[in-house]
Antibody
Framework: EVQVVESGGGLVQPGGSLTISCVAS????????MTWVRQAPGKGLEWVAN????????YSVDSVRGRFTISRDNTENLLYLQMNSLRADDTAVYYC????????????????WGQGTLVTVSS | QSVLTQPPSASGTPGQRVTISCSGS????????VNWYQQFPGTAPKLLLY???QRPSGVPDRFSGSKSGTSASLAISGLQSGDEGDYYC???????????FGGGTKLTVL
């Protein structure tokens, strides 16, 4: 079964750091781009960052660039999101998802999604 | 500013057909395919439709999608109480160099 499972969320003070993880199974992890999407309480979905299968390309949304770093360990099938200088508006459930493999750029989709891990930034 | 606009709510009675719109621009829907995700309270989003109108295995054919120009639509026919939840459209945006999500539409079955 193709599956991704997040972990590592928790309570962190403003200005603090946290790294969350996502372990993948059921597919050849290194063949796929992976992504992080977040959802603030009661709000909609926001794409955060994505990373190519070999880790050579990374992209992120403006609001986290310079503070968050996406990375991966293909030997352990792990995806990471290192979050620094956390702010209250980073409070959200963070989902990891696999990006579909397609030949035409811009036609990808996210499937499957993990169950999410909650990051709360508060003093 | 790159945005995908959805109505905040939609509703229908069991058996009815409901449509949810998603309006974008030439930097996203106008040049790339649209995906739809379904989310029930307290659970993770799930892929509902991809590449404008393709259904993953297991998704009933009551769910269909279409796209014209810079807008897309999700149609749900034979509405059921189990369809209640939030629906999000999504597309790649060349200006953002990343993915956009619509604000989500909360579907209520009356």
């Amino acid at each position: 079964e193709v599956q991704v499972v997040e972990s590592g969320g928790g309570l962190v003070q403003p200005g603090g750091s946290l790294t969350i993880s996502c372990v993948a199974s059921g597919f050849t992890f290194s063949d796929y781009w992976m992504t992080w999407v977040r959802q603030a309480p009661g709000k909609g979905l926001e794409w955060v960052a994505n990373i190519k299968g070999d880790g050579s390309e990374k992209y992120s949304v403006d609001s986290v660039r310079g503070r968050f770093t996406i990375s991966r360990d293909n030997t352990e099938n792990l995806l990471y999101l290192q979050m620094n200088s956390l702010r209250a508006d980073d409070t959200a459930v963070y989902y990891c998802a696999r990006v579909s493999r397609v030949s035409v750029a811009g036609t990808n989709w996210f499937d499957p999604w993990g169950q999410g891990t909650l990051v709360t930034v508060s003093s | 500013q790159s945005v995908l606009t959805q109505p905040p709510s939609a509703s229908g009675t069991p058996g009815q057909r409901v449509t949810i719109s998603c309006s974008g621009s030439t930097s996203n829907i106008g040049r790339h395919t649209v995906n739809w995700y379904q989310q029930f309270p307290g659970t993770a989003p799930k892929l509902l439709l991809y590449r404008d109108n393709q259904r993953p295995s297991g998704v009933p054919d009551r769910f269909s999608g279409s796209k014209s120009g810079t807008s897309a639509s999700l149609a749900i026919s034979g509405l059921q109480s189990g369809d209640e939840g939030d629906y999000y459209c999504s597309a790649w945006d060349v200006s953002l160099n990343g993915w956009l999500f619509g604000g989500g539409t909360k579907l209520t079955v009356l």
